[in-house]
């Protein structure tokens, strides 16, 4: 088992920045894979950017990242970060940290980002 707790959520400026961090802990050693994906009301879920035990990260292919959005890890805390800049109010929404453990998909209760205009 594994369980993840998401951070750093909360209200933010149009133009503004947060960084979200999600720590893991049970069974740590058998992830490959973390990230973060996240929810609008209404709408599906969606991949924000992942990021493997070895570093390698992929975005989504959606134009909302355009390279505002940075994943990165630290495994000697366990957890893993995704820093916004220039957020708008797009980009409102839960956001929640997943982990990938032997096949299985963990995830977060998700944390809630606003951005207002």
């Known amino acids: 088992q594994v369980q993840l707790v998401e951070s750093g959520g909360g209200l933010v400026q149009a133009g503004g920045s947060l960084r979200l961090s999600c720590v893991a802990s049970g069974r740590v050693d058998s992830i490959n894979v973390m990230g973060w994906y996240r929810q609008v009301p209404g709408k599906e879920r969606e991949l924000v950017a992942m990021?493997?035990?070895?570093?390698?990260?992929?975005?989504t292919e959606s134009e909302f990242v355009k390279g505002r959005f940075t994943i990165s890890r630290d495994d000697a805390k366990d957890t893993v970060f995704l820093q916004m800049n220039s957020l708008n109010p797009e980009d409102t929404a839960v956001y929640y940290c997943t982990a990938n453990a032997w096949g299985v998909d963990y995830w977060g209760f998700g944390t809630l980002v606003t951005v207002a205009s």
């Open positions: 990021i493997s035990s070895g570093g390698g990260t992929k975005y």
